[in-house]
């Protein structure tokens, strides 16, 4: 994260080198201006009127469009009942981490220049659970002078998959926190705010619908906006082309499905290739993909749709009950989940390289778990906790549960007044084994211990991270400040002599978040070439809340272009 002489404006980075930044926008760019007004709005979905908080009165939020190289300023204003801040996703926002929250009342400038991104990103509120509805599309075009590497789309729609809670999510959150226990479960997924057609008659009209004519071809920028799921992603009767992922192009992979994990982005093509007298409306179907035993957890079990109709020669056309994708996987078809993710690969042409670094300076190994902290004696209830043995519930990486600080840890850093709020000692590996294929301790999970610690790392660092899951769940890891190769993957436990010769550093996905699967590991390489505070953590936000975090903190470099930029002096107040 670099920092702005304008007083009162923030400049963010998304995944660039600090060079990138400037008062004016890359030559050829253009300024975008928005303005975003945090409100409490009312919304009714499954026959039940509540008030959420919305940008701008919208649910999903307002879509931002810009060309890859713009500056993007957006001032938000804080008209709502609570502190909250915003996020670009890659970049930062994360309270406690980069800056303090806006406060009620309050307003801050956000200044964000899309120096390598091209596809679809997203922003959505980082704090307490507010992205459950604070949240919409990046759609970034290509620079001008250029295109899609494929036909350029008829149309493109974002389609945003999300989760809808009957009960105000500040509440859940709440009382998560206070008995130590799980978080309740949605009660339903969404695509663009609404759960469709298999929910109660009052969702139905509302349902989210695409009219496309045969011929054409559409750009669907899905967007998986949920806090607790993992989605698969069909639509009945048609294939989909992946063509990116995170903002970064793949080679283009055909499929009947797709899995998208919270907090990843996918740029899919769908070709209107449904011929004259066949059906006229086919579902497009969100599901939830679980890896933990559905017998022995609450989970939303529900399965939203949105409607593909064909507008065209209509009369030639039956007009019934619209098609189900049957090759939709069912939610816990772990095969399917990787099947898909083993196919991404970077595009890799001339205009779009691959760019992986060969020699390693850092390895680190992070253990992700899912863990226990003791109850404590002045729970609101007096009770046992809800959590493990009646504990409470926890997550660690490295068997560190991260705990934010009272003040953001960006602001101590960058006036090196980082003693007592952060601890420059993240463990690079865990030296005690558990077993991920087996019952770890024997029979549930492992106490931890709460901590603020954070990985420091020379300008220019490259670093390697194996995730390593212990918890028998899958889980979506998500890097700020930069996009990441990820190079290889697989079930059991990570061997460091054997596992690496199955790396692929030819055309690896470029990606911001990536999927660790179940009781398995992830590799991921990337070049700390980009000074400043960036947050790591699970995009199942309550493994957030539980500690399922670190930060990392790069030095600055030695010439002026690799340095940070003075922080603002009108930053919010924690």
């Keep these: 994260m670099g920092t702005a002489k304008i007083p009162a404006l923030l400049w963010f980075l998304l995944a660039g080198l600090v060079l990138a930044l400037a008062v004016n926008p890359a ?113 970034i075009h290509p620079k001008r002078g250029t295109t899609f590497p494929f036909r350029k789309p008829d149309k493109e729609i974002p389609v945003i998959l999300g989760e809808w809670w009957n009960d105000d999510v500040e509440h859940v959150l709440d009382k998560a926190k206070c008995i130590g226990g799980d978080v309740e479960p949605s009660d339903a997924n969404t695509i663009n705010g609404q759960p469709g057609d298999m929910f109660p008659l009052c969702s139905r009209d509302d349902t989210f619908k695409v009219a496309v004519q045969q011929g054409n071809t559409y750009l669907l920028r899905v967007i998986n906006a949920g806090l607790t799921n993992d989605m698969f992603f069909a639509v009945a009767g048609h294939r989909l082309t992946v063509v990116g992922i995170d903002a970064r192009y793949t080679k283009p992979i055909t499929v009947d499905y797709i899995m998208i994990a919270p907090g990843q982005t996918m740029d899919v093509l769908l070709k209107a290739n449904r011929t004259l007298g066949s059906n006229s409306r086919y579902y497009m179907a969100a599901r939830t993909f679980i890896t933990l035993p559905v017998d022995t957890i609450r989970f939303n079990n529900s399965t939203a749709t949105a409607i593909v109709e064909y507008t065209d020669s209509a009369a030639a056309r039956p007009v019934g009950p619209p098609e189900f994708p049957v090759l939709l996987p069912a939610i816990k078809d772990e095969d399917a989940a ?146 990441f190769y990820v190079v290889g993957r697989g079930s059991g ?12 550093l030819i055309d690896p996905p470029f990606q911001n978040t990536v999927s660790v699967p179940k009781s398995g590991w992830a590799a991921i390489r990337f070049r700390a070439d980009n000074p400043g505070v960036w947050f790591m953590h699970c995009h199942f936000d309550r493994h957030v809340v539980w500690g399922m975090d670190t930060v990392f903190i790069v030095k600055d470099g030695k010439t002026p272009q690799a340095q940070m930029l003075p922080r603002p002096p009108n930053m919010p107040e924690c």
């Design 27 to 139: 030559h050829g760019a253009k300024t975008r201006h928005y303005d975003f007004f945090i409100t409490e709005t009312n919304y009714t979905r499954l026959c039940h009127e509540k008030s959420i908080l919305t940008v701008n009165g919208q649910f999903p939020g307002p879509t931002i469009y810009a060309r890859k190289g713009d500056l993007i300023i957006v001032n938000v204003h804080n008209n709502g009942n609570k502190n909250i801040t915003i996020h670009w996703h890659g970049s930062d926002g994360p309270e406690f981490i980069t800056q303090c929250p806006i406060r009620p009342g309050g307003n801050f400038t956000y200044q964000v220049i899309l120096f390598e991104e091209e596809g679809t990103l997203w922003w959505h509120a980082h704090s307490d659970f507010d992205r459950a509805t604070v949240h919409g599309a990046i759609v």
């Design 338 to 483: 990787m099947a898909f993710v083993k196919q991404l690969r970077s595009l890799g042409n001339q205009d779009h390289p691959v760019h992986v670094p060969m020699q390693v300076d850092e390895h680190m190994l992070i253990d992700i778990d899912i863990n226990f902290l003791p109850c404590d004696a002045n729970n609101a209830t007096n009770k046992l906790c809800e959590g493990p043995q009646g504990n409470r519930f926890a997550a660690s990486l490295n068997n560190v549960s991260f705990q934010n600080p009272a003040i953001d840890i960006l602001d101590a850093y960058y006036y090196g007044s980082g003693r007592g709020v952060y601890e420059e000692n993240f463990p690079n590996k865990l030296t005690v084994f558990v077993n991920p294929t087996g019952d770890i301790n024997g029979g549930g999970p492992l106490l931890t211990k709460r901590g603020t610690k954070v990985k420091v790392l020379e300008y220019g660092t490259v670093v390697e991270v194996v995730f390593q899951d212990l918890s028998s769940e899958n889980h979506p890891m998500h890097l700020y400040g930069f996009a």
């Design 493 to 504: 436990t990570f061997d460091e002599r054997r596992d690496p010769a199955t790396y692929n």
